[in-house]
């Protein structure tokens, strides 16, 4: 596709701390009588954890597809792009 003027990038994230997201740990912290914290570990726990202790934020997925998209990143096609903050091991 590249040689037609198409680049062809992907990214996988993990898990995004949305509303949704938070409403889910403020809800599993309720049920298990502990704090949002707790809440969010028990998500974090059920990932397999996520090395860099913390859900990646909604900003940080769209400064990299933006970046993509840009003409800054114009040579890149044919890879994948995970930021799941090392959720998925990669060596």
């Known amino acids: 596709m590249a040689a037609n003027g198409v680049r062809v990038v992907r990214v996988s994230p993990g898990w995004i701390e949305t509303e949704a ?7 599993l912290a309720t049920e298990h009588g502990v704090d949002i914290a707790q809440g969010r570990r028990m998500i974090m726990d059920s990932l397999g954890g996520i090395p860099i202790g913390r859900p990646s934020q909604p900003e940080e997925v769209a400064s990299l597809v933006a970046f993509l998209a840009s003409d800054r990143a114009g040579t890149i096609t044919g890879a994948e792009y995970r930021i799941d903050g090392g959720t998925v091991p990669t060596a």
Not at 21 to 27: E, P
């Open 21 to 27: 997201s938070v409403a889910l740990a403020q809800r």
